[in-house]
């Protein structure tokens, strides 16, 4: 997928149509969680995650200004359409798609819904809840962004002894090398990972990842490429981080 020079980068309406194209190829159930300023939010669901096989969940465009992970996400899966196809997936391409418009982190009310994810009478994060309760899942791939990032890095939230970021970084790195910073955030970060085994406290609001593992799914991890580099290599970079996620833990 060559986005640039003419990237259609915040075409919503575009960005869900490739998707519902992408779900007659791959035999996946489109399911409309709410619609939002006339704009529909989708999620789709494999034949055999429908069946009740453990989940791969994959999601991204929580935050509109971050278009390089929704491209990202949908540049794998039509690279990948017969992965999905027999695999089981719960995927939601675009959670926030007035903000994918506006270019801006903030949903259409003003919310960051990264931050509402416990919220069940959230007019997104409801339905949310709803579609993913009693969801057996195996892990889950949180896609973004961040304008802050001076290379690619990843949160782990993983109780296992052993971390696996380090090695999905690794594969990454000959398209974007890893963030070099050792706190990022306010956490400790080594090469690029930043690593949790308890779910963290004090928390101004329940982002995706860490509901998701509230909620049973055993490993989450929350990408981030720098959204100050050239779209290009940062679709391919969430394409790679894609990739190597399901190599490594599937």
Known sequence: MKLLPNHRAHDAQHLIQRWRML??????????LCVVKDMPVIVLESKAAQAGAP???????????????????????EK????????SFLIAPCLNPVG???????????????????????????PWQQWITGRAM???LCLHEDYDA?????YELNQASQ??????????ARVIGPDPRKSID????????IRRRNLPTNLPGMPEAVELHVRGCPVTLTFESPSEFALDKRVQVQVRFVEAALSILG
């Open 23 to 32: 779900a007659r190829s791959a035999g996946c159930r489109v399911k409309v």
């Open 55 to 77: 989940a791969i969940y994959l999601s991204t465009g929580v935050h509109g200004d971050e278009a390089g992970s929704a491209w990202g996400l949908l540049a794998w899966a």
């Open 80 to 87: 990948h359409v017969a992965t999905i196809k027999t695999g």
């Open 100 to 126: 994918l418009i506006l270019n801006t982190r903030i949903d259409h009310r003003g919310f960051d819904i990264n931050r509402r994810f416990h919220m069940s009478d959230d007019e997104i994060c409801g």
């Open 138 to 140: 195996r892990f889950g």
């Open 150 to 154: 001076q290379g690619i890095y990843l």
């Open 163 to 172: 971390t696996t970021g380090h090695q999905i970084i690794e594969r990454c």
């Open 186 to 193: 306010g956490r400790r970060a080594d090469r690029g990972v």
